[in-house]
C-alpha cells in the first residue's frame, strides 16, 4: 500500500506562484509513475500533469503548459508541482495519484491516491 499527502495548497491571487508537494509513504514511490489531477466544483476530474518513474518523461495538459512543472525527488519519496502565473480557472483541488499500469491520461489507471489539496486563486 502507498499513502500519499499533498500538501502547498492555499489562497494566492492571480498571477501568484505556490508550490505542491506529494509525500508518498509505504513504499517507495520511485517504482510508480506520479500524476497531479485536479477536480473544480461541479466539473470533471482532469489530468494536470504526469511524470514517469525516472523523471525523464512529463506529460502537461495544454491549458497549464509553460506555467506548471512537475518534478520528482526519490530520495525524498516526494513528487512536485510547481505552479506560476496562477490564473482563476486553476481554482480547484489537487490531488496526486501513483500509476504501476500506464495509461497515465485515464484516472482508472492510477493505483493509489492522496485526499487532496485546495488551490483558490482570487482575480
Known amino acids: 500500500q502507498v499513502q500519499l499527502v499533498e500538501s502547498g495548497g492555499g489562497l494566492v491571487q492571480a498571477g501568484g506562484s505556490l508550490r505542491l508537494s506529494c509525500a508518498g509513504s509505504?513504499?517507495?514511490?520511485?517504482?510508480?509513475?506520479m500524476g497531479w489531477f485536479r477536480q473544480a466544483p461541479g466539473k470533471e476530474r482532469e489530468l494536470v500533469s504526469y511524470?514517469?518513474?525516472?523523471?525523464?518523461?512529463?506529460y502537461y495538459a495544454d491549458s497549464v503548459k509553460g506555467r506548471f512543472t512537475i518534478s520528482r525527488d526519490n530520495a525524498k519519496n516526494t513528487v512536485y508541482l510547481q505552479m506560476n502565473s496562477l490564473k482563476p480557472e486553476d481554482t480547484a483541488v489537487y490531488l496526486c495519484a501513483a500509476n504501476t499500469k500506464g495509461g497515465l491520461f485515464y484516472s482508472a489507471a492510477y493505483d493509489y491516491w492522496g485526499q487532496g489539496t485546495q488551490v483558490t486563486v482570487s482575480s
Open positions: 509505504g513504499r517507495t514511490l520511485s517504482n510508480y509513475a
Open positions: 511524470i514517469n518513474w525516472t523523471g525523464g518523461s512529463t
